[in-house]
């Protein structure tokens, strides 16, 4: 009986995920699947940024906290972020010449009261990439902060990666 109860949370969960991502879900013009399981590790596939933001919004609203939208700055330091781990087939906060995470939040300009990042790499999709973070409690708990209200997000593609792909996400409360 414990587990069954404990069972059915994750089933609803992935129901109601799964509900929202046919209605937020934009479908490609080429394969007609939403976006958001489009594989990305290849050149040619680009992120859509507003299905990523889409999918984070959707868990945060599930949880009753506020919509991220998407900052340009933020998402700039996101895809150079992702691009140099992509470049040195390496994951991690510290990764980049421009220094680490703090070193580079501040040198974008923006303000550090409340600011995380996830780095993530081998995930293919938007979907598979939310799904690991939601799963791992300290990723979890970034995309969940009550403090946030903007986000920048990229991929970046290595085709000599046994990763091929590279994730970041940046969410900041100022």
């Known amino acids: 009986m414990f587990k069954a109860r ?3 949370p994750a089933r609803l969960f992935a129901g109601l995920i799964f509900a929202c991502l046919l209605v937020v879900g934009g479908c490609s013009q080429n ?3 939403p976006e958001i399981y489009q594989s990305l590790a290849s050149g040619n596939v680009q992120l859509n940024a507003n299905e990523a933001r889409n999918i984070i919004n959707q868990y945060r609203q599930s949880l009753g906290l506020a919509s991220l939208t ?4 933020l998402m700039a330091e996101a895809d150079q972020h992702a691009r140099d781990m992509a470049s040195q087939d390496e994951v991690g ?3 980049s010449s421009r220094g680490g995470f703090a070193a580079r939040i501040r040198n974008s300009g923006v303000q550090r009261a409340h600011t995380a990042e996830n ?6 999709t938007i979907a598979q990439a939310f799904s690991g973070w939601r799963g791992s409690p300290n ?4 995309m969940r902060s009550s403090e ?3 986000m920048g997000i990229a991929a970046a593609y290595n085709a000599q990666s046994k990763y091929k792909v590279f994730w970041v996400l940046i969410v900041t409360s100022d």
Do not use: C, M
């Not at 780095?119 to 293919?124: I, L, Q």
């Not at 990723?139 to 970034?142: A, E, I, L, S, V």
């Open 6 to 8: 404990k069972f059915l």
């Open 31 to 33: 394969s007609g699947e």
């Open 70 to 73: 998407l900052d340009p700055v």
């Open 93 to 95: 906060h510290n990764v």
């Open 119 to 124: 780095v993530g790499a081998g995930y293919h």
């Open 139 to 142: 990723h979890d708990r970034n």
């Open 148 to 150: 946030s209200r903007r």
